[in-house]
């Protein structure tokens, strides 16, 4: 079935430092990849998405890089602040009728003041 | 403002019991997941409806079973819970087109005694 693997698991940076989490998709239908963060006790919301037909997509101090190739797809936060700390959890999508959202299994991400 | 709501925020509940979780959506979309959140683990899908009285299996969905009689409401149902069941639920809705964002209600932090 299909299957989003995400990496790492936790990750601390400083805050003001870059952080990039990494993830790989199985299913080669797949066009749709979103981002969302989790702040402690909320639900889950979306920051950013990319669609297929686009290999990078920035918004502000985040962006998202896609490589339909090797099915790879990556966050990444500049200058990172203390209220970036939350969890993040990519996802991968078809679209269409069966429009289900397979997730990765999140990075928790703290930013250390 | 677009809403989900799950019918309880907590709940605890005895092995054995029959639980059934709510979920009502005020978006007219037509897809609507429950999904299973447990640290390290990420999201995982247990069922998910495209249509009323359409439902197919996500990733995990023994032990549980889903219930769609209305395009705005989705329930989880627990035939009989036991404690492996504890855990974070959160059900989410979804347009049927791509790239559209998933919406998430509050979850529901179900314990089993």
């Known amino acids: 079935g299909e299957n989003v693997e995400q990496h790492p698991s936790t990750l601390s940076v400083q805050e003001g430092d870059s952080a990039v989490i990494k993830c790989t998709y199985s299913d080669s239908a797949s066009n749709y990849f979103p981002w969302y963060k989790q702040e402690l006790g909320k639900r889950p919301q979306l920051i950013i998405d990319i669609r297929s037909n686009v290999g990078e997509k920035k918004d502000q101090r985040i962006a998202v890089t896609l490589n339909k190739t090797a099915k790879h797809f990556s966050l990444h936060i500049t200058e990172t602040q203390p209220e970036d700390s939350a969890v993040y959890f990519c996802a991968a999508s078809r679209g269409g009728a069966t429009n289900k959202l397979i997730f990765g299994t999140g990075t928790l991400l703290a930013v250390q003041p | 403002d677009v809403k989900v709501t799950q019918s309880s925020r907590y709940l605890v509940k005895r092995t054995g019991e029959k639980v059934f979780l709510e979920c009502v959506q005020d978006?007219?979309?037509?897809?609507m997941f429950w999904y299973r959140q447990d640290p390290g683990l990420g999201l995982r899908l247990i069922y998910f409806s495209y249509d009323v009285k359409m439902k197919e299996k996500g990733d995990i969905p023994e032990g549980y079973s889903v219930s769609r009689e209305k395009k705005e409401r989705f329930s989880l149902i627990l035939e009989s819970a036991s404690t492996n069941q504890t855990s974070m639920y959160l059900c989410a809705s979804i347009d049927q087109g791509l790239a559209t964002e998933a919406f998430f209600g509050q979850g529901t932090r179900l314990t089993v005694v």
């Open positions: 978006m007219d979309h037509e897809n």
